[in-house]
């Protein structure tokens, strides 16, 4: 099974924002491609939970409830989509570098140029959609995307992200 994967824990903007991208990709290619949101809301967020859990989405649509650990989905998806206004997209967007799962980020954050990634950006969900479908239809695209993220990530281990700090601490 194909699917892109969600793994923030959208607010209700951001989470009409990857469904509206999702959408339009689907309209444009014919593909049995699912979307995964594997965090769902919880804790002060619990009655948008409880509204997502209540609505019928479809078969394409799936809000994760299971307990397998979330690299595990991040690692077998298509795809990641990251929706706009989550502080949480340096982590996300490094878990799916490890896993070598190319992204899509929302333009408007800063997330690919802190991390050097080479990352699809979109502003609009219909800016997604269009990015989505050339991901698709583009496997060397895709390849050289997952390529990209692995070297990216196998380079920054955690002495090397130690060091560093330190040499910024000495500097000032």
Request: aromatic share 8%; proline share 8%; with cysteine.
């Amino acid at each position: 099974m194909e699917y892109l994967v969600c793994a923030e824990n959208p607010d209700p903007t951001g989470f009409l924002w990857v469904l509206k991208a999702f959408s339009g990709m689907k309209q444009k290619v014919s593909t049995q491609m699912k979307l995964l949101f594997t965090r769902i809301p919880s804790g002060p967020e619990e009655k948008w939970r409880h509204t997502l859990e209540s609505f019928h989405f479809g078969p394409e649509v799936i809000l994760a409830k299971g307990a397998q650990p979330e690299a595990a989905w991040i690692a077998a998806a298509y795809a990641m989509i990251l929706p706009p206004g989550n502080p949480a997209q340096p982590l996300v967007l490094a878990e799916a570098m490890a896993c070598g799962v190319p992204a899509l980020v929302s333009g408007s954050g800063t997330t690919p140029q802190q991390s050097g990634a080479e990352v699809l950006r979109a502003d609009t969900p219909e800016e997604a959609a269009v990015q989505l479908t050339v991901l698709y239809k583009d496997e060397k695209l895709r390849a050289a995307m997952s390529r990209h993220a692995l070297e990216l990530a196998a380079a920054r281990t955690w002495d090397g992200t130690v060091e560093r700090i330190w040499e910024c601490l000495e500097e000032v």
